[in-house]
Structure formats: structure tokens, C-alpha cells
């Protein structure tokens, strides 16, 4: 399988930089397009396949799966396209101001946009709006404000697409770093800097550049530590970079990852990036490559579990009947998966578990009440 992964790495930088694929063989299609779906970065693969000599193609049946698949990953960006215009019209018509996050904002940086495959549709409205927005995606329905007052975001789904409104962006571990982060947030993207694009024929807001670089990269640091992220996660990363390196305020950067305590987990990920994507590392602020091993270890971790670690050994394992049973599992496959990750960046890690402690316990305390 390792021969796949490196012809699979080699194949997504072919498609990030137009990069040769380095092939001596013909790669064992079946296991490459295996790896491909588990990563979500099949469309990827289909954007690097013609250009390969003609004794390295897939046969006829191969290039069939990929050409729907590709197909596939074009028609939900049109369905998301025209979903996020709904959405964005309606939020309008209540003058509640919206920001995209992550989705079809980042394939925009994509040499080709509509090879980056799309999942569903985040928008930020900030908690003055937050229930106000829950109004308008159902209404009708009433809304308990006790329930959702602290929740991150409130999900939807409609007409086949995921939508989630976001009360705020992010949560970090630690009271004071999360505390400072949610001031950032707000004053970021209810701020004068957000960016206007269209996408679809839709105007839409954007984060602020210097907003995305850190959430961006923190967004999947998260997912990362609590179960496991794909390529897409981190090709993401890497062309946002490329396209805004040099836009960056990487002074204000480098103050702001000290502050919400993530400067090792953005040296890790973008020695990550360089070694394995093909990142120009001098495109990439304050990178220094002293965790080249570290980054071994996130290689490692992200082959073997798939995009949000949905194929880690860990998941197959069912979770038992019971809401205090399920929790416990729950609770012992957090446990194990951070121990793997704690070599990669301890502080980060041993900050998240106590996050996650702590909220667990609160849970049950709510249920046992």
C-alpha cells in the first residue's frame, strides 16, 4: 500500500503545480482510486490522469469510475451553488449578515476550483443572529434558546445539502485562549475586511485574508487531534497559502498563534505541506522544518484513517447500546487517539483532552440532572 500512498501524494501535487508524476510503474489503479475516496481528493486524481504516458492510464473501466466520479463532484458543486444563493438571499432579506466558511470559499484557490470536493455549506452569522437564522432556515419551528445558546452551530439539511449556521467559528481549548478567539472572531469577520467573490452568480462574503490563514489551519489541526483528517483537508491549506502568502501580516500572524497557543501545530502542518504537497517553502510564513519526523507521524496517521478519520480501526469498533456506555466508548476512543498524537504536539494535545474532559463531564452531569 505504501508504493499507492506515494503514487497517490505524487499524482495530488501533479494537480496542485502541474509537477511531473515520478511513476516507474504502472500503479495498481484499484488500490490508488481506493486511497483517493478515502482522502476525498478523487477529483484531484482525475485532474492528473490524462497528462500521464500512455502505458501508466487506467483501463477503460478505471478512467470510467474516475470520469463519474469527477462528474459527481461537479454537479454537488452546482447543487451547492444554488442552495448557498437561497440561503445567502434569505439571510439578506433579514439583513443578517453572512460569512462563508471553508467549502466552495477555499476551491476557489484551486487551480481548478471544481476539483476540490465540496461537502456542505458553513455560514457564520455570530450569536446575535444565531437564532434569528434558525428562524428563517425553519420557520414555524420554535427554536429553544436554552438549547442552542451554547452550541457552536445548528445544522439542516436542505434539499440534499448540509447547511450549518455558525454561532461562532471555532472553539479552542482553554478559557482564556478561547475567550480571546471569540473576540478576534467577531471583530474579523463583522469587521471591514471580509472579501466579496461570487460564486454560482452569487456575491458572497469571505473571511478576512489573515482570519482564514490561522482558521483555516486550525480547523483541521482540530479535526486532526479529535479523529483524523484527509489530503483535502490540507491541500486546502496549502493553495490558500499559495494564493495569499504574500498578503499575509506575518508578524500579526506569528502573535496570533502564540496567543491562541497553536504555533507548533502550524509548524508541524506546514512541514507537513512542504514535504508531502510540494509547498514551496518559501511561500509558507514562518515555516522552519524542524518537525520533519513529526510530520512522518501525521503521514502515517492520515493514510491509515481517511478523510476525518472515518476509516480508523478505531471507528469499527460499535458503539454500545446505552447513553452512559456509548459515552464511555466514546471517551476511551478520544483516549487512544490522543495518546497517538500526542508526540506530534504535547502541549496542543494535552489542552484538548482536558477541553474534552471537562465538556464530557458536563454532559453527563446535564443528563444525570
Given at each position: ?16 503545480w502541474g509537477t511531473?508524476?515520478e511513476l516507474t510503474?504502472?500503479?495498481d489503479w484499484?488500490?490508488v482510486l481506493?486511497?483517493a ?6 477529483g484531484l486524481?482525475?485532474?492528473a ?5 500512455e ?5 477503460a473501466g478505471?478512467k470510467l469510475?474516475i470520469h463519474?466520479?469527477a462528474?459527481?463532484?461537479?454537479r454537488s458543486?452546482a447543487?451547492?451553488?444554488g442552495?448557498l444563493?437561497q ?5 439578506d ?5 453572512s ?13 481548478n476550483?471544481?476539483s ?9 452569522v455570530?450569536e446575535?443572529?444565531?437564532?434569528k437564522?434558525?428562524d428563517?432556515?425553519e420557520p414555524?419551528?420554535v427554536?429553544d ?7 457552536k452551530?445548528f445544522t439542516i439539511d436542505s ?5 450549518e449556521l455558525?454561532?461562532i467559528a471555532?472553539m ?6 478561547d475567550?480571546e478567539?471569540?473576540?478576534w ?15 454560482g452568480?452569487?456575491e ?11 482558521y483555516i489551519?486550525n480547523?483541521?489541526?482540530h ?8 489530503l483535502?483537508?490540507l491541500?486546502d ?26 504555533t507548533?501545530?502550524?509548524?508541524v ?5 512542504v ?11 514562518l515555516?522552519?522544518g524542524r518537525?520533519g ?7 502515517e496517521?492520515v493514510?491509515?484513517?481517511?478523510n476525518f478519520?472515518?476509516f480508523?480501526?478505531?471507528r469499527?469498533?460499535?458503539r454500545p ?31 484538548s483532552?482536558?477541553f474534552?474532559?471537562?465538556?464530557g463531564m458536563k454532559?453527563?452531569?446535564k443528563?444525570?440532572?
Amino acid at each position: 500500500m505504501k508504493a499507492s500512498q506515494d503514487i497517490l501524494l505524487s499524482l495530488v501535487r501533479n494537480a496542485l503545480w502541474g509537477t511531473p508524476c515520478e511513476l516507474t510503474a504502472k500503479p495498481d489503479w484499484d488500490k490508488v482510486l481506493y486511497l483517493a475516496r478515502q482522502q476525498t481528493v478523487t477529483g484531484l486524481v482525475a485532474e492528473a490522469v490524462p497528462g500521464l504516458p500512455e502505458e501508466f492510464q487506467p483501463d477503460a473501466g478505471q478512467k470510467l469510475k474516475i470520469h463519474s466520479a469527477a462528474m459527481g463532484i461537479y454537479r454537488s458543486h452546482a447543487l451547492l451553488n444554488g442552495k448557498l444563493a437561497q440561503v445567502r438571499e434569505l439571510m439578506d432579506s433579514a439583513d443578517i449578515r453572512s460569512v462563508l466558511f471553508k467549502g466552495q470559499g477555499v476551491a476557489l484557490n484551486y487551480p481548478n476550483p471544481q476539483s476540490r470536493q465540496c461537502g456542505d455549506i458553513d455560514l457564520y452569522v455570530g450569536e446575535k443572529n444565531f437564532l434569528k437564522g434558525m428562524d428563517l432556515l425553519e420557520p414555524g419551528v420554535v427554536h429553544d434558546v436554552d438549547m442552542y445558546k451554547d452550541m457552536k452551530h445548528f445544522t439542516i439539511d436542505s434539499d440534499g445539502v448540509h447547511v450549518e449556521l455558525h454561532r461562532i467559528a471555532e472553539m479552542l481549548p482553554g478559557r482564556k485562549a478561547d475567550r480571546e478567539f471569540q473576540k478576534w472572531t467577531v471583530e474579523e469577520l463583522m469587521g471591514p475586511d471580509v472579501r466579496s467573490v461570487m460564486i454560482g452568480g452569487c456575491e458572497v462574503d469571505l473571511p478576512p485574508v489573515d482570519f482564514d490563514t490561522l482558521y483555516i489551519m486550525n480547523h483541521a489541526w482540530h479535526h486532526f487531534i479529535n479523529g483524523g483528517i484527509g489530503l483535502r483537508q490540507l491541500c486546502d491549506w496549502t493553495m490558500y497559502l499559495h494564493r495569499f502568502h504574500d498578503r499575509i501580516d506575518v508578524a500579526r500572524l506569528e502573535s496570533n498563534l502564540k496567543r491562541f497557543r497553536l504555533t507548533r501545530a502550524w509548524q508541524v502542518m506546514s512541514c507537513f505541506c512542504v514535504k508531502y504537497l510540494g509547498f514551496p517553502a518559501g511561500e509558507c510564513p514562518l515555516h522552519s522544518g524542524r518537525y520533519g519526523r513529526e510530520a512522518d507521524k501525521m503521514l502515517e496517521l492520515v493514510f491509515s484513517e481517511g478523510n476525518f478519520g472515518k476509516f480508523s480501526s478505531a471507528r469499527k469498533s460499535p458503539r454500545p447500546a446505552g447513553h452512559f456506555a456509548g459515552k464511555f466508548h466514546s471517551f476511551m476512543v478520544t483516549n487512544r487517539r490522543m495518546l497517538k498524537v500526542l508526540p506530534l504536539s504535547p502541549a496542543e494535545v494535552v489542552r484538548s483532552w482536558v477541553f474534552f474532559f471537562i465538556r464530557g463531564m458536563k454532559n453527563v452531569n446535564k443528563r444525570i440532572k
